[in-house]
């Protein structure tokens, strides 16, 4: 008997392998409570160092989603907690024991130093954990660059009913108040405090309300183009027609390999490659997860030239999402971890086989050398 809680790519890996090697697998959703004491997390051979971990889980890239101080005071409605008294295990998300991390944070969440706002990055979405319980001992394999399980938009929507019953409840937003003006705590700085929070809610809830569909995306699952569209050609712009339901989810893809692709996303439909395409496709990315951008027109269009727009007023963190783009040139595909499960060498060699014949075509490996 055995208790997995898999990515949804992981999961299709493993289960291959098992066919090939018949060991017994099941899978079940990230969303379930860890065991506690959690066991001690094992990472398989992928290229990385610790440090090379440790800045991908930490590495801000300019995303303003809260300021932290705020994310800190606001406490859940369903139990009498800080809203990550958890490390919001409950969505999903993953422990993060980096050295970097005083907060406490899970997996890709992190403190923008420049800002003082909690922000997400790369390692949010795409980490994944295996965990396996056999004779009573859990195993936990981290999959770094693997697709999450997380519940982004439960997240979302608990974060926005909890802000907003701050907002309206007296008792609730006082003792938000007190947390996070400590002893400086006044009345005049508590209304203060409530109208900046009150600004931030209402735009924040406003995000939400146009762009979460009312069919949940469900665990490993994001629309997240229809988000990053919202948030730019939306919230951005200040043009509220032209929100859309970001109603297409899909999986998470995994990053090993990503940038040795031509073109990436699950469409297809962006051009990828060199390395300028690498950071506008992760410009978009960091603009999905609330980076700030107030583009701004310098000079009107007219009938024979194109407006002249001012796009400097952001928050994206170019320098950072440099160090996430090249940590992720470096991370292999993840081994099978033959040493906890084992593997029948003659059922792989069948297995490779039938992979070759039926699958080989399109999923094999190739290396094309260019210019040498």
């Given at each position: 008997?055995?208790t ?92 993060n ?17 420049k800002?003082?706002q ?18 009573g ?33 007296p ?150 999402l ?51």
């Amino acid at each position: 008997m055995c208790t997995l809680g898999l990515t949804v790519r992981a999961a299709a890996q493993i289960a291959a392998c098992a066919l090939a090697a018949s060991i017994p697998v099941c899978a079940n959703g990230a969303s379930a409570q860890p065991a506690t004491p959690s066991p001690a997390v094992t990472y398989l051979a992928q290229g990385w160092t610790a440090a090379d971990r440790n800045a991908f889980y930490t590495t801000g890239q300019g995303s303003h989603l809260i300021p932290y101080a705020w994310f800190k005071a606001v406490r859940r409605l369903d139990v009498d907690q800080p809203f990550a008294a958890d490390r919001l295990e409950r969505y999903g998300y993953l422990g993060n024991d980096s050295p970097n991390n005083s907060n406490g944070l899970p997996v890709g969440f992190v403190v923008e130093a420049k800002s003082g706002q909690l922000g997400m990055t790369c390692a949010a979405c795409h980490t994944g954990e295996l965990q396996y319980t056999k004779n009573g001992i859990t195993t936990v394999l981290r999959i770094d660059g693997a697709p999450t399980t997380a519940d982004f938009q439960q997240f979302l929507i608990d974060l926005t009913a909890a802000a907003r019953q701050t907002l309206s409840q007296p008792d609730r937003f006082t003792a938000f108040a007190k947390a996070v003006l400590g002893s400086g705590y006044t009345a005049a700085g508590a209304a203060q405090l409530k109208a900046a929070f009150g600004d931030w809610v209402n735009q924040f809830g406003d995000f939400m309300d146009r762009s979460l569909p009312s069919s949940p995306w469900g665990p490993g699952r994001l629309d997240a183009f229809g988000m990053i569209f919202n948030r730019v050609a939306g919230r951005d712009l200040g043009i509220t027609a032209n929100f859309r339901s970001a109603d297409a989810p899909v999986s998470y893809p995994f990053l090993w390999n990503a940038t040795r692709q031509d073109r990436t996303q699950w469409n297809g439909g962006v051009p990828n490659g060199l390395f300028i395409q690498g950071l506008a496709r992760n410009t978009g990315e960091v603009l999905g997860v609330f980076a700030d951008f107030t583009p701004k027109i310098l000079i009107p269009r007219t009938v024979i030239t194109p407006a002249v727009i001012d796009y400097r007023n952001n928050s994206v963190d170019l320098a950072g999402l440099e160090t996430l783009e090249e940590k992720i040139t470096t991370l292999r595909p993840p081994p099978w971890p033959s040493a906890l499960f084992g593997l029948d060498t003659q059922l792989a060699a069948k297995g490779k086989v039938l992979f070759d014949d039926n699958c080989g075509q399109c999923h094999a490996e190739h290396t094309n050398i260019i210019g040498n």
